[in-house]
């Protein structure tokens, strides 16, 4: 199934309105005159940060928290935090990441050594044995996608050209466009056909079109890690050197065809319903009839297409360029999505362009890599002995709890708008009404029909054609929600506007985001302002466009959507002043539904919070901080990262989530009751004259 629209919490500016020099007024005596909310005036039990699991080392308390919060939650952490070689970027989420990743670790290798005895161990065992054999990898060198290299090499003109393009889609190696099922967004109980744009080997358009020199100089390094890689598989230098460049060539065609990421954040801009008819034509010279058999739906009708200019530019491209370049275009694109499979040279050479990319100094482990292969493969097989080590009914409990209560305070926001009609609220609350939380792990676990093999690229390779069946067997089928798009142990979550369904996978539910023994103000400002997050991206410029059953419908009564595109506006303009490098300013049109998503986040878990603790009979007061500021340093605490220079550009271009620091800034600075509860003045760079509010 197509994700594009699954809009999830993790990946990870400061306004300039003036600054506060003086420190801001912390309670440092323990005692606490002025606490607002419920708990006002209660009795003070005193405590200690870390008793509510904040972490006291990370602090920074020689900045202002009115100055620059997320220095204050995070300055010690960030100067004595070092970036792992093998890592692009190192944080909170990496941390629980690598939590995760151990036990995934304990438990294959016990499942390789057989010392776990059932089916399930049997079968990851045995995919993450072949993995781990670096002996058997280099034994076999290439010879699992010779076929495949086979198919690219007898392109001869443009129907050998679509034949090849068939037999490399059926088995998983996706060249030129994309083919998947999807809800249908108009009618979401139904499952369509989806093409999308594709075709590209670096991670954006952009990097095709840009004429600075980094984008220059990364197009110089990606064909010099093409010409390699064809050396790798026998091709002489000048066939080599040719080679590449027609795959820069055919690569910066599609590039230009190519709708933008910020364009493609609006569903309207990728939904066209014109059905096979309307794809035939649009690439006539295409053989639809055999490609649509090869794929396993020979009568499939009902068809999306995402960008229609980028299939009718199809045909043209497909024309212009020669036989040769296209056996070029296809050999690379096997090459490049099976390295990490094949032989180290394989992997070196295709490291090499990570780094240009991301900044990464070392490959990771080899046994980090094949724990992640087979959680990709294997993913929820796996998940059933990491659940019996790792996820308690508790967490879920907890979870639970905080949903519950964000709805609520999302309930109570809806009602109070002031800038919306009665007409649209009343659609709004009943779109909240039918959201569907899922917490730890699905109802019932994905089968994997297919047999591992002595060879671990072939063993890849079948996943990836048997989840690429699986995928567009769904077509013409009604829609399943009970579907997961993320494995247990993943440490994300997202939500789903075509099943207005959260997902929150066990993988997160783990500490700093969630812990059993930390206090309400920490969990719900850690973990509860992800759940927030989630739920408000049922609201956000994209969700919104959603009603309750899934189906895009627009319930908006005219002038609240201008009002509420208004306050998006805004939005964007703030984002847009914030800069990851001196260089480079954020993109807020590209990030607004996570900023929005943030912002909504947080407000609806502090209120969470406090409706949690209306009838406490006590507070808790740590280390000199009020269970407000708790809170406020658990969301800063929560998004602790660090990020080389490589990846904070990539990401600029690729990512819709703002990075870390901007994410707890860019939220806080539009939280009054953040200013409130570290008594920052009006004008200072956390309480700035001007501030922006969605919801």
Not at 50 to 64: S, T
Not at 171 to 184: E, M
Request: glycine share 6%; charged share 25%.
């Amino acid at each position: 199934m197509t994700n594009r629209l699954i809009l999830s919490a993790t990946i990870f500016a400061a306004a300039a309105c003036g600054s506060n020099s003086d420190k801001a007024a912390i309670p440092t005596d323990n005692t606490v005159t002025e606490k607002t909310g419920s708990t006002n005036n209660l009795p003070v039990e005193e405590t200690t940060l870390a008793a509510v699991g904040l972490d006291g080392a990370a602090l920074n308390r020689d900045v202002n928290p009115c100055d620059d919060f997320y220095e204050f939650a995070c300055g010690s952490w960030l100067a004595n935090t070092e970036i792992p070689s093998d890592k692009a970027r190192y944080g909170r989420f990496t941390q629980i990441y690598e939590r995760n990743e151990a036990t995934l670790h304990s438990i294959l290798e016990a499942a390789r050594d057989g010392k776990l005895e059932s089916p399930v161990a049997q079968k990851i065992g045995a995919y993450y044995g072949t993995c781990m054999d670096e002996e058997a990898v280099e034994a076999a060198g290439y010879t699992a996608i010779k076929p495949l290299l086979k198919i690219a090499a007898s392109v001869r003109n443009t129907k050998s050209l679509d034949a090849a393009i068939r037999a490399l889609h059926k088995g998983g190696i996706s060249v030129l466009f994309h083919i998947a099922s999807t809800p249908d967004f108009i009618d979401a109980t139904k499952m369509i056909g989806d093409l999308s744009q594709g075709g590209l080997g670096l991670p954006d358009r952009d990097y095709y079109l840009k004429d600075d020199d980094r984008s220059k100089e990364i197009r110089k390094a990606y064909v010099a890690h093409v010409t390699a890689m064809f050396g790798l598989i026998g091709w002489p230098k000048a066939k080599a050197a040719k080679g590449a460049a027609d795959v820069m060539a055919i690569e910066t065609a599609l590039a230009k065809v190519t709708m933008s990421r910020t364009e493609r954040r609006d569903p309207e801009n990728v939904y066209h319903k014109i059905d096979r008819a309307g794809v035939e034509k649009l690439v006539p010279t295409f053989d639809w009839s055999a490609y649509f058999t090869a794929m396993g739906i020979p009568d499939i009708k009902e068809i999306t297409v995402d960008n229609e200019a980028f299939f009718a530019n199809i045909n043209t491209i497909r024309g212009d360029m020669k036989p040769a370049a296209w056996q070029s275009y296809l050999s690379w694109h096997v090459v490049h999505k099976t390295a990490a499979l094949l032989p180290q040279a394989f992997v070196d050479e295709n490291f090499k362009l990570a780094q240009v990319t991301s900044g990464a100094k070392a490959l990771p482990p080899r046994w980090k890599r094949c724990v992640s292969s087979t959680d990709h493969a294997l993913g929820e097989l796996l998940a059933q002995p990491y659940l019996e080590r790792m996820f308690t009914p508790a967490a879920k409990e907890g979870a639970d709890a905080m949903v519950q209560g964000i709805t609520s305070a999302f309930e109570k926001v809806v009602t109070g708008l002031d800038w919306m009609s009665d007409e649209t609220k009343e659609k709004a609350l009943a779109k909240l009404g039918t959201v569907s939380p899922m917490f730890g792990y699905p109802d019932k676990w994905k089968t994997y029909d297919w047999d591992v093999s002595n060879n671990y690229a072939t063993n890849a390779m079948m996943s990836r054609s048997f989840e690429k069946a699986r995928d567009l067997a769904k077509i013409g089928k009604p829609y399943d929600r009970s579907e997961w798009f993320m494995s247990p142990q993943t440490t994300n979550a997202y939500y789903n506007p075509q099943a207005n369904q959260m997902v929150f996978p066990a993988g997160i539910l783990q500490p700093p985001f969630y812990s059993e023994t930390a206090h309400v103000p920490v969990n719900l400002g850690a973990m509860g302002m992800i759940v927030g997050h989630e739920l408000t991206h049922g609201f956000d410029d994209s969700g919104a466009k959603f009603d309750g059953d899934g189906n895009m419908n627009n319930w908006w009564a005219e002038a609240d959507l201008k009002k509420f595109e208004e306050r998006g506006e805004c939005v964007v303009e703030q984002y847009n002043t914030y800069k990851p490098l001196d260089d480079l300013n954020l993109n807020g049109k590209l990030t607004l539904g996570e900023n929005i998503a943030d912002i909504g986040g947080v407000k609806l878990a502090f209120m969470a919070y406090r409706e949690m603790l209306a009838n406490a009979d006590k507070q808790l007061v740590a280390d000199g901080y009020t269970e407000d500021q708790q809170f406020f340093m658990a969301v800063g605490q929560a998004w602790c990262s660090k990020s080389r220079e490589e990846i904070s550009r990539m990401l600029a271009v690729t990512d819709p989530h703002s990075p870390p620091n901007f994410r707890v800034l860019g939220a806080l600075t539009n939280t009054p009751e953040f200013s409130e509860a570290f008594s920052c003045e009006k004008g200072s760079n956390m309480n700035p004259e001007n501030t922006c509010t969605v919801w």
